[in-house]
């Protein structure tokens, strides 16, 4: 007669197991060194050698920093500005290039996008290419791409037809970050490098 403590047993021995499979990899696993993202962001050119294809490590880690540049994007199109909180570590560096420059602390991101982005009916921002790498317990670094649509005051913000290139404005570049592992458990950006793929916006092209 099969009991039901016979059948918890080897659950609990199953369950015990899957802990351990999903558990952070052991520091000697992960990718040896992580790019060198600071001020200065990796040129366009030099990115492949960067970011080699390997084997993704920690899966929880990755998924999560994705999650939270998506949530970086669904922030900005909201503008739920206390939501950047949610992205950026307290004393984030973010080097957003010309014109809005190199910005120091949440508080600061919050306050300069916000007003730059004051100017427009709506956004609307795309992420693409994405590479994630956790380099070591706590630290790892990402590149993603985006395009950034900016719809211009009195273009139809909900339109589905297309628009008049006189109303849109197109952003076209990635994104270079660093991330901290939080006490919480959750992953911010410490250094953000914005990098235009072409000159600056583009009025309709």
């Not at 047993?9 to 520091?27: E, V």
């Not at 490590?57 to 900005?76: G, H, N, P």
């Amino acid at each position: 007669m099969v009991t039901t403590t016979s059948l918890l047993i080897p659950l609990l021995a199953l369950l015990s197991n899957l802990d351990a499979t999903i558990a952070s990899p052991p520091l000697s696993e992960y990718a040896p060194t992580c790019p060198q993202i600071s001020a200065d962001p990796i040129p366009v050119q030099q990115i492949p050698s960067h970011f080699p294809p390997r084997a993704v490590i920690d899966v929880s880690a990755t998924e999560t920093i994705k999650r939270t540049l998506a949530t970086y994007a669904l922030a900005v199109d909201g503008k739920d500005w206390a939501a950047l909180g949610a992205v950026f570590a307290a004393d984030a560096v973010a080097n957003y290039s010309a014109p809005l420059g190199v910005l120091t602390g949440l508080s600061a991101i919050r306050s300069t996008l916000s007003a730059s982005l004051a100017q427009f009916a709506g956004t609307q921002h795309s992420l693409g290419t994405q590479i994630v790498d956790v380099c070591a317990s706590g630290v790892a670094v990402s590149l993603t791409y985006y395009t950034a649509t900016h719809y211009l005051q009195g273009a139809a913000r909900n339109s589905t037809s297309i628009v008049n290139g006189g109303q849109v404005l197109y952003a076209h570049g990635q994104y270079q970050d660093t991330w901290s592992k939080q006490q919480d458990g959750s992953w911010k950006i410490v250094i953000r490098n914005l990098v235009y793929m072409v000159s600056g916006l583009e009025n309709g092209q």
